[in-house]
């Protein structure tokens, strides 16, 4: 018999809000995180506007002498499993540490720290670059702080596969818990790119919009003006443990997880193809792995990133793989009022896709004012719904043709 894993703590930090109740409120009000930088001066970008978390107090998570060692996505990650700890009543002891694992993915990781040492060695030479350099850079060290802090000494990874990123480190914790390979993982992801050079740099691919006399409207999927992603940041990160084990210790259960399927599109470094079937593949790969007919799945928190290629061909994909059921789906995006978290978008949608199932209440799209022909589904637009949904499937899908899709059930 496989065994069940459930969703017992979700915790977010997003430019929606500080926090996993923040957040949820704010997408249920179709509000956007979306505004002008603040982090750098952005003279002479043709890009302004990201989805910048507001706020964020390092010091309620991080002693002030632990901070220099970590880039900026590492204290969202900090935070986010925090509150996802907290929200499950997960204790760790000695008697389960080993049980407990963590694996948290992240697409570009110390942005902001590789920046800032660079100037320092252009400055002043090698002598100023910090010895805490490298570690508050690369990727691991988030999963890595958050097992030390929590003392889970199980497995322990980190994915960097660009914007699926934390979906696979999600998908990856859930088949670890289904073999007993752990028995609970502190899964998602986080991302904090919103930089001279991570701008610049998706900026140089005209990847992003360039509404910046307009930033809540400018992160629009689905619709016929869409010009391009608004890069975000945050974090997204879940609790995932064996059903014995939740039931065992009286944990709240917000889902179940029950598919996950991944994919390559071996096409193009940026680009998916024409035929969207990386996406198609995955998403089938995880209806099989749950064993469920696509006419069981109520709704699907989509990848929806407001470029032209991606909202296009995400819905053709949904077309390919849902057939006739396509029209009557239920499909929002949320990056439509978080931005686009990169490597953390998967980790953070995930969590949604948690609450929606809880809840039963769907986010919407915003933003959705212009119809494209070539998108025509039911985005749930501009405002959240109450439904009856019984699976949910989230899509993540990454430069260099990487796919993920999970699946989550509600838990009754």
Known sequence: MTRR????????????????AESWRNLLAGKSGVAPITHFDTTGFSVTIAAEVKGFDPFRYIEKKELK?????????????????????????????????VYIGSGIGGFDVIEREH???IGGGPRRISPFFIPAAIVNLAAGHVSIRHGAKGPNSATCTACSSSAHAVGDSFKLIQRCAADVMICGGAEAAITPMGVGGFAAMRALSTRNSEPERASRPFDRLRDGFV????????????????????????????????????????????NAD?????????????????????????????TPYNDRLETLAIKNVFGEHAQT?????TKSMTGHLLGGAGGLEAGITTLSLHHQILPPTTNLENPDPDCDLDYVP???????????????????????????????
Do not use: C, W
């Open 329 to 333: 789906l239920a499909i929002s995006s």
């Open 278 to 306: 990386g996406a198609v593949r995955a998403m089938r790969a995880t209806l099989a792995d749950a064993e469920i007919a696509p006419e069981q799945v109520g709704y699907i928190n989509a990848h929806g990133t407001s």
């Open 5 to 20: 894993v459930v969703v017992t703590g979700v915790g977010l930090v997003s430019a929606l809000g500080l926090d996993t």
């Open 119 to 121: 100037t320092a060695l």
């Open 231 to 274: 890069i975000g940041e945050g974090a997204g990160i879940l609790i995932l443990e064996g059903l014995d084990i939740a039931l065992k210790r009286g944990a709240p259960i917000l889902a179940e997880v029950v598919g996950y399927g991944m994919s390559g599109d071996a096409f193009h470094i940026t680009q998916p193809d024409e």
């Open 69 to 101: 060692k970590m880039g900026l996505f590492i204290q969202f990650a900090l935070a986010a499993a925090q509150q996802a700890v907290d929200q499950s009543g997960l204790r760790i002891t000695p008697d389960n540490a080993d049980h407990v694992g």
């Open 382 to 412: 501009n405002q959240a719904r109450k439904a009856n949904v019984e699976y949910a499937l989230s899509n993540s899908f990454g430069f260099g043709g990487t796919n993920a899709a999970l699946l989550l059930k509600r838990y009754v």
